[in-house]
């Protein structure tokens, strides 16, 4: 049952189901959160006159608490929702009225080492697979399925960990990395969706081999910072096209990895390359991969001084939604890595810093964070694991809660090294 409650007559314990403005004009870039500071009633008085709260979730209007009758037959429909969601390539997909939950069946630490295997495994695949297309060979697929299939099952069990590694990228295999990433994320992606395994395999395939076509490119094209002429900007487009005739020319590639190959720059209102299509003509999988393509080139520029946060890039990606993507894909995006994205580096209210590694989708507000600056900014030596949800109601809740996301390198924080070192022995818990 909702009620519509203004805001400053807001209380802690009250779940916010709905505000008086959509919720990707707000810091709130999520569907609900039940208040547990002061600080985030503040946050709300600051944006909104009226909201509505969930009294199922949370007190009422008079701070009662409803007793909730569990609906079996509401839970069975519940249940059914994703079939009816499949997405269907070359098909307009109609627009999900909710996102599964689905829950985690392994904790990040548990989950931490086989990431990391997995990964390296990946590495090691696609720097092969690149040095084969450059002399010619054929792209080995059934290897290809069967990486992606180990990938699919990890972001299954506990997503966090293979995202995390992202940040582990190597400046040095600038191409292989972002593959990689863009592989991960895609799935992650995909997992909020409700994509069911196989449909996520096909598309994992699909990210993993989208800048193929990059190999029939001059390096010195693809590396140059900066500027391009014109020849070498239609030097560079021609990756998308090569992608499609590498794939094409490959057995056993899956047809929705020819499409991603050759539409993830495609954009909706025509303006993209290589054949200007219109958002209705380019393939649902090819969108998914279009806007995680940009997230990851954003936020891991080739230049890494270029690199911007991930809270800057989902900005610009909403003010850019109509124009360039699928607009609801572009929100559900960024509902899927919430406000503080695994692997952003925030700063507490303390002081302290840290980087983010787990998040709860309940608790958005509260994730579990590597501390590795003190309230000083001295590094923390070994970085300490803290569940910021642990603090919400204590003594400590003013002191732990997040006061700003920062962009990389503030503080000469290298994220890559904290993982790497904390990683090689084992992450603390
Ligand atoms: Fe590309
Ligand atoms: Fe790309």
Redesign the pocket.
């Given at each position: 049952m909702k009620q519509k409650v203004e805001a400053d007559k807001l209380r802690k314990g009250m779940f916010v189901c709905d505000l008086d403005r959509p919720w990707l004009e707000s810091p709130f870039l999520f569907q609900g959160f039940l208040l547990k500071s002061h600080k985030e009633i503040e946050e709300i008085k600051k944006l909104c006159e009226y909201v509505y709260i969930d009294c199922e979730r949370g007190d009422d209007k008079d701070g009662n608490r409803l007793k909730i009758v569990y609906d079996e037959s509401k839970q069975e429909k519940k249940e059914e929702k994703p079939k009816q969601r499949r997405p269907n390539i070359h098909k307009e997909v109609k627009k999900p009225k909710t996102v599964v939950q689905r829950s985690y069946t392994a904790s990040f630490e548990d989950e931490i080492n086989p990431a990391t295997k997995l990964r390296e495994i990946a590495h090691s695949y696609v720097e092969k697979l690149y040095s084969d297309i450059r002399t010619g060979k054929s792209i080995k697929a059934k290897t290809a399925r069967t990486i992606v299939t180990g990938m699919v099952d990890s972001i299954l069990r506990n997503p966090d960990a293979l995202v995390l590694l992202n940040s582990l990228r190597d400046h040095d295999d600038y191409s292989i990395s972002?593959s990689i990433n863009?592989c991960t994320l895609t799935l992650s992606f995909a997992r909020y969706l409700g994509f069911s395994h196989a449909e996520m395999t096909e598309l994992g395939i699909g990210a993993l081999l989208?800048?193929v076509g990059e190999l029939r490119v001059p390096i010195e094209v693809m590396r140059k910072p900066g500027f391009l002429s014109k020849n070498e900007t239609q030097l560079m487009q021609s990756h998308t096209v090569h992608g499609g005739d590498i794939l094409r020319a490959s057995e056993g590639i899956p047809p929705t990895a020819i499409d991603i190959a050759e539409s993830?720059h495609e954009r909706s209102k025509g303006q993209g390359y290589p054949a200007g299509l219109k958002e209705a003509e380019i393939a649902h999988y090819a969108r998914i991969v279009g806007i995680v393509?940009v997230y990851d080139?954003v936020t891991h520029n080739q230049v890494e001084s270029n690199s911007i946060s991930s809270t800057e890039a989902l900005k610009n990606m909403y003010n850019w939604r109509n124009e360039m993507f699928d607009s609801h894909l572009v929100e559900q995006f960024i509902q899927c890595l919430g406000i503080y994205p695994i692997g952003s580096i925030v700063e507490l209210d303390s002081g302290e810093v840290g980087i983010v590694i787990s998040i709860a989708l309940e608790r958005r507000l509260q994730p579990k964070l590597m501390l590795v600056r003190d309230e000083q900014k001295k590094p923390y030596m070994p970085p300490r694991i803290i569940n910021l949800a642990e603090y919400a109601e204590g003594d400590d809740a003013a002191r732990y809660e997040i006061n700003r996301v920062l962009e990389p390198g503030d503080y000469g924080i290298d994220l890559k090294s904290y993982l790497l070192r904390e990683l090689s022995v084992g992450m603390p818990h």
């Open positions: 972002h863009v989208h800048d993830h393509d080139s």
